[in-house]
């Protein structure tokens, strides 16, 4: 036997010897480890030109939109392989990768040269991004419940089977991640060791390619490979559980079951008491009902192989619907008060969407006594996430649409839009009600931020002070309050709220397009919190540049030359200089050329924004900036 076993393993290919079972997920699924080739390639490819802020315009439409893929082909791998449609599955995969990629814009951006791409993406793409990253989101987060489900969409299953396989299929993602981790550790402990063993030094590249691999590739191919493929296989019960099974059964049966009902009584209480005396704080008790509810959930699924084990698993098994009742109610009353007084947001929409996914699992477990079929969990959450992440009825366009309708009754009831065209004197002195004033700058907020600012291009036709035609569109919110004069900034505070800080915000227009004229290299653009992380960017507008870093440092910003060249800028004294910075904001069409107060670096900063707060100093109100928006002018 010891022979023939030998035999055998020696006809078999020295990949399939060397590899084992890499080379069985490479062929279960082709499609998915091929896109996370291709996303760790692509990032090993930039990664070079995105350490010292050249990051291209590119790098996150293909990311996301690979990403978004290989989930889709994922779970269409699985259903192929219960189904048996190998070829639907491979027409499907190719169809979703193609959507992904238009929606994400990649063909257009890519058939731009480097410059071109960096003016589009500030003046154009910019302008989505806000909506095509939430509505992004949504997709995967869809797609990943749809991952454990995708077995059993072409069958009858049984629930223990479908409990099994998504528990293996997540503590298997959760391994995976592990690993990668686990591989970046030894890579970077390697090169730690080598450095001090040999008194040499490793450049970072190795380490951030290191990185790249360990978050991208090694995750994917350990995932795919601790996929079952038993899609029959039941759940663990008694003496037969596995270690993962048995800790969970021990969590909910001590720890989330007993809190589930504490929360429970909690809530009712609160519910007695609203009805007692009236009123409540429905900002706070909607995220309270949803992030309860959804605790709710999660402990029911994950003691579904348990329900019949004892009096206490079943009583739980039985009443979970029930404790959902309370703050569904109590979540309904709160988001009729939030949509009548301040409109549609993106978390409201969510919290509404939970709501319904909620109450439908109220109405199935309840009638048939929890006894529903255990897919319509995740299923449903799973449909409604795909339904909403797309089209007018979707989170963003509907909130697009009615913060938009908001601003325009604001702005007619103030008699500042009149036949949908913006009045040419607005603002006025005095035309404002103070209310309707921080109402309109809310909405202006919102459309600003989910990508809405087009809704309202027509009531700016033919004015000479059109603020949309900013060449930027992170100028644009800054441009249209003020033209409109609302605040560009929240100053609505809750009852009982603390005084916030007194803030300021600054916003640059297009004199720096002609200060950056004469420089040599024009790096950026830089985005830097005052007391976060370094090299936070933006995509850049200009192509080759010498490699430099920038970072805060006391206050300062420090441009740092590869070689040791640096200089330290003085941004406040930067602005005061050209304008005196107070409390607010404001837009200036001067533009604000940053000087070196130290350093033998030959650069400058061309200021693009500036936000910070107004602090208290000997009864003088001083500015002190949080964040900054830049280019670097290298001479």
Known sequence: MASTDTMTNSSEPIWTRIFGGLT???????????????????????????????????????????????????????????????LAALVLQIAGAVFFFWLWDVAAIVSLGQVARGVYAEAEFAGRLGALSFNSGLILAGLALAIGLAPYL???????????????????????????????????????????????????????????????????????TLIPRDFAEPAKKGADMEFTSRAVALLVKFIFAPLTYVFAAILLAYSVKVLAQGGFNEARLGQIGVIYSACVVITALLAYPTRDAGWFMRTFWRVWPYLLIAPVVLLIAALYIRFENYGVTPPRYMSALAAVWLAALIAAFTFTRSRADIRLVPGLL?????????????????????????????????????????SKNAPLPGVWIEEDKQRAGSALRELHRWSGMEHIRNWFEGDAQNPLTASKYVTVHAETSKRLGVPAYPMILHAGAPQPEKTFGVHFGAGNVVATQGAKWIAGTFFIYSKGPANRYLPEIASSLPKIKVAANGGYIVVEMEGGQTARFDLIAAVQNVSPITEGAKALDDAVIAMPVEGELKARLSLLNLTGVMKANGGVLSPEWRSATFYVLLE
């Open 154 to 224: 072409a069958r009858r299953a049984d629930g223990e089977a479908v409990w099994q396989f998504n528990h293996k299929v997540w503590v298997g993602f959760l391994a995976a991640w592990f690993g990668g981790l686990v591989f970046y550790a030894g890579v970077w402990g390697s090169l730690a060791t080598i450095e001090i063993l040999f008194v040499t030094q490793i450049p970072d590249i190795y380490t951030q390619r290191a990185a790249v691999i360990a978050f991208n590739l090694v995750p994917a191919l350990l995932w795919f």
């Open 24 to 86: 069985d997920t490479l062929f279960r699924f082709p499609v998915p480890v091929l896109l996370a080739v291709a996303l760790t390639l692509f990032n090993l490819y930039w990664l070079p030109q995105t350490g010292y802020g050249r990051v291209d315009p590119i790098v996150l439409p293909v990311n996301a939109a690979l990403t978004l893929s290989l989930g889709w082909c994922l779970a269409l791998n699985l259903w192929a392989e219960a189904s048996g449609r190998q």
């Open 382 to 422: 799973a449909a409604l996430l795909l339904v909403v992440a797309v089209g007018p009825w979707g989170v963003t366009g509907l909130t697009v649409r009615n913060q938009a309708a908001i601003l325009e009754a604001l702005l007619v009831k103030n008699n500042l839009l009149v036949h949908s065209r913006v």
